[in-house]
């Protein structure tokens, strides 16, 4: 082989090389998980606003104010939704969650089938008062349920609750898309 095809493949193969990495990174940004992205990203009011926007059309989040902070959270109100919960997921960003909303006032049951993440759990009643805040482990299959009927159940990131100073008998409100 000559010293000029020599040079030739090995700019060629650098060349491949750094193409695929373009490719590669472009198609991991394009098709990861964007929801977590644009909830980690909330910032201001703004911001807030902004993606609740975004998600006013097909009602997949909602803004919530716990204790002092406003939140921007998944929301779950169909059966299948609800089925679903944070299930398959490895990772949530830190001030991420989920809120399940109930078709009634019942006694609140939620177990941990298929899911990864620790979890924070706080039931809350229609008026928004919390009445109970519990600890989830990773795949435990035991209900835990609510010590009353309660209306709505809050999922975060294990130990987001205390973090926050969130306690049994605060109120949470939940902000309708049309508040802002």
Known sequence: ?????????????????????????TAVLAHGDDHEHQISDVQTKEDVQALLKKAQSDGSLIAIEVGEKTIVVEYADAPNERALGLMYRRQMCADCGMLFKFDQDQIGSIWMKNTYIPLDLAYIEEDGTITDIKQLAPFDLSPVKSSKPVRFALEMNLGWMAMHNIKVGQKVKVQDVHDF
């Open 1 to 25: 082989m000559t010293s000029i095809n020599l040079i030739f493949r090995r700019v060629f193969t650098k060349f491949m090389a750094a193409s695929f990495l373009v490719v590669y990174t």
